[in-house]
């Protein structure tokens, strides 16, 4: 019996009991007999099960709708696999379920290295069902899911999601502000350097870090006009994936936001007045609209989107209307209109599409609080017409 | 006073001790000395300069108090070599500082030769309102001085947030609050200050930027007001030391999207005060447009980053007028129009403006010229 084996186990144990074994040992030592004292898996694996509680943007500004829970798995699955097992959680304490019939199931749909722990621990994304099996009203994921027949995939729908964020200090006030008061106005802080323009810096760079680490893809970041916003980008991937990538690095944001007292907001206008809100600008393309002569593919697209902009705008947000409004590089929320290198339209063609005649389209209506599924989904409803 | 070695206590009213500084400055003094603050413009021509003496004697009247002197090598207003400035006394006021009988006296600067100094405003501003032409006119300045508190350590305006902005005006102006307003003991002590000195202030209110006042001095007649004004600047000055604030009289204290600091110069001469006398405004204002760029020359330095257009201003380059305008050169009142006759309002001259240039200036364009 080895000494490490038992103060292994002694953290586990209150005193009286520790006492207790370690005379049990004594006695059993003198004697001459071995107690085997069996001691944890050191190679045990943590994987953080992750789902949304579906309530992003109903709470009050600075709480967000990402929820996780630690399992360690004795025997561990490798980062990627979706054999990790269903788990369940109270979803009368998520606002999920009531308490009489409250357990809702987490089936992993998901799983990256975990790029805060490290080592062989991973982040399991998971989706949401009720007690019976079936997708929880809260679980956007499952309609994408099922919306993805032969016709889409054969397209290979591609998106690149552009997530604005406002960082906030512990005291609800964005992060990095003079205290009672304003900044000076915007012009000096997009894409700034200087310990004057930008505020927040090491969060963003933990946050690509940690996105990159888990093997998430994620294309650039750069702080935004509003001093305290940043963006990251996410893509060019496919449907499932951008959902999937979009919530593990939310959750990331979130929990790396902890380490440094930083709350990350996706509000869309957190700051009243002459100051820009916080969008989720999402870039879309098929394989007809990136081959030759695609821009007519782009122009039956942004067709279809003119058509139902109502079923788009609800949901796109919520609070949307705060931060379209015409100004601020938005297009107003009861308009829809399209055009070349336009930044206060719903839709933009950049210029180079323009110019090549092929690529892609950038639609800028989503909000930052956005369901990336629902926007992921609603693009190829309304497009493959599938209403 | 008795002779030899002894002192009369009959000259003083009673006082108990002091034993702190506070009380010392509160101890009574002989009636028979008068201490008098003589007052002068000093080589910026925008700072006010001070030194006191000692009169021994009841002082009622300015004709009583003698030339003094200074250094002007000092307040750049000599060379060392030949430095001495000689001040003239011209208007006298009661003390708020010092109480009692104690005095302060506006002076005016001069070589030991009698020449005005080039920094003597005053002499060539009396002049004009000597002249027998303007004198008959008997013109009317109200002058509405505008002005920023300061944090004395960081020179941020009063009550500002560390390193940043207030939210957008809009609620300041004329605001009751503590998030709206900073200074308003400062703004009060100065009204109460300028009554008990004996100077015409009509009014005082907060100002649209959060931080900045406004208050008014007059009607004065001619020369005086120019006297008042700076004597108002004086006591303000000195609160604003008491306070450890600093007061801006800058014209524009923080670029961008905040007010500047004018001083509207309302103006009315014995024609445009009797009826039929809009005819004599409309004809005044027509000499003033004239004149636009002497005058803009002579308003105040570092007007044209006040005067934009924006800000309840008119452009430094155009000259315009109208009734009820605020974004005119020039405002001329709904009631004088309605009544035919009043005054105008000149809404070009900039807070840190010297009162001497721009009162003359104005009686000069539009009754001498």
């Not at chain 2, 930027?209 to 120019?226: A, F, H, L, V």
Request: charged share 25%.
């Amino acid at each position: 019996m080895s000494k490490t084996a038992t103060s292994a186990k002694a953290s586990s144990f209150n005193g009286a009991a520790l006492a207790q074994r370690r005379n049990v040992a004594r006695k059993a030592n003198s004697r001459g007999l071995c107690l085997k004292v069996r001691a944890g898996n050191t190679n045990a694996q943590k994987a953080e099960y992750i789902w949304y509680d579906g309530l992003e943007g109903q709470k009050e500004i600075m709480f967000n709708e990402m929820r996780s829970k630690t399992k360690v798995m004795q025997t561990p699955l490798p980062a990627g696999s979706t054999d990790f097992p269903m788990w369940s959680f109270d979803g009368s304490s998520t606002g999920q379920a009531e308490g009489d019939d409250s357990d809702c199931l987490l089936k992993p749909v998901f799983s990256c290295p975990d790029p805060i722990r490290g080592e062989n621990h991973v982040l399991v994304l998971c989706e949401v069902l009720t007690p019976d099996g079936k997708p929880h009203p809260t679980n956007t994921r499952d309609r994408l899911v099922n919306i993805l027949d032969k016709e889409i995939n054969a397209e290979e729908p591609l998106y690149g999601f552009e997530q604005e964020y406002t960082m906030l200090g512990s005291d609800g006030r964005v992060f990095g502000w003079p205290e009672g008061g304003y900044p000076a106005p915007q012009g000096p802080f997009y894409c700034g350097a200087g310990n004057e323009a930008v505020y927040g810096r090491p969060l963003a760079e933990a946050h690509l870090d940690a996105c990159i680490k888990a093997g998430i893809q994620v294309s650039g970041i750069n702080a935004e006009v509003m001093p305290g916003q940043w963006e990251y980008q996410v893509g060019p991937v496919g449907p499932l994936e951008l959902g999937d990538s979009v919530m593990i690095s939310r959750w990331l944001l979130h929990r790396l936001g902890e380490d440094m007292g930083i709350v990350c907001t996706f509000d869309p206008k957190p700051v009243k007045g002459d100051w820009n809100g916080t969008g989720a600008h999402t870039n879309f393309s098929t394989k007809s609209m990136r081959n030759e002569g695609g821009v007519k593919a782009i122009n039956d697209a942004v067709d279809k989107l003119s058509k139902t902009h109502e079923k788009h705008i609800t949901q796109y947000g919520l609070g949307n209307e705060q931060r379209l409004t015409g100004l601020h590089e938005t297009c107003d929320i009861s308009t829809f209109r399209s055009g070349v290198a336009d930044r206060g339209a719903s839709i933009r063609i950049p210029r180079q599409v323009e110019i090549e005649g092929k690529g892609y389209l950038e639609d800028r209506r989503p909000s930052a609080n956005v369901d990336p599924y629902t926007v992921a989904f609603l693009l190829l409803e309304t497009i493959f017409s599938r209403a | 006073m008795t002779k030899g070695n002894g002192i009369a206590m009959e000259d003083v009213k009673e006082h108990t001790g002091a034993t702190s500084v506070e009380e010392l400055l509160k101890m009574p003094t002989p009636l028979s000395s008068t201490v008098v603050e003589y007052i002068w413009i000093d080589g910026t021509m925008e700072n006010c300069r001070s030194k006191a003496r000692v009169v021994t004697k009841r002082v009622t009247s300015v004709d009583q108090l003698s030339k003094w002197n200074f250094d002007g090598s000092s307040t750049g207003q000599a060379g060392g070599e030949d430095s001495e400035v000689i001040l003239v006394p011209k208007a006298i006021y009661r003390d708020p500082f010092r109480g009692g009988q104690h005095l302060l006296c506006m002076c005016e600067c001069e070589d030991p030769f009698g020449n005005a100094l080039k920094t003597n405003s005053r002499r060539a501003a009396a002049k004009i309102f000597e002249d027998p032409k303007v004198k008959g006119e008997e013109p009317w300045y109200g002058i509405e001085q505008e002005y920023a508190l300061l944090d004395a350590k960081t020179n941020w305006p009063l009550g500002w947030p560390e390193q940043g902005f207030p939210g957008p005006q809009g609620p300041y102006y004329c605001a009751v609050g503590a998030n709206k307003i900073s200074g308003r003991e400062i703004c009060d002590a100065h009204f109460k200050a300028c009554l008990y000195a004996g100077l015409n202030i009509s009014g005082t209110n907060g100002e649209v930027m959060p931080s900045q006042w406004e208050y008014q001095i007059g009607p004065c007649t001619g020369i005086e007001s120019g006297d008042q004004m700076w004597i108002s600047r004086y006591l303000l000055e000195r609160i604003c030391e008491m306070a450890g604030v600093v007061v801006s009289l800058d014209p524009k204290p923080i670029p961008g999207d905040w007010n500047g600091s004018g001083a509207h110069t309302n103006y009315s001469t014995k024609s445009m005060r009797a009826d039929g006398g809009m005819a004599h405004i409309k004809k005044a204002i027509g000499k003033l447009e004239e004149k636009h760029m002497e005058h803009i020359k002579a308003y105040g330095e570092g007007n044209e980053r006040r005067l934009t257009g924006a800000h309840e201003t008119a452009s430094i380059d155009a000259f315009s007028w109208g009734v009820a305008n605020r974004g005119a050169s020039v405002r001329v009142g709904r009631d004088t129009e309605r009544d035919g006759k009043g005054y105008m309002e000149d809404r070009r001259p900039a807070s840190n403006m010297d009162p001497y240039v721009v009162t003359s200036l104005i009686a000069k364009t539009t009754i001498l010229s």
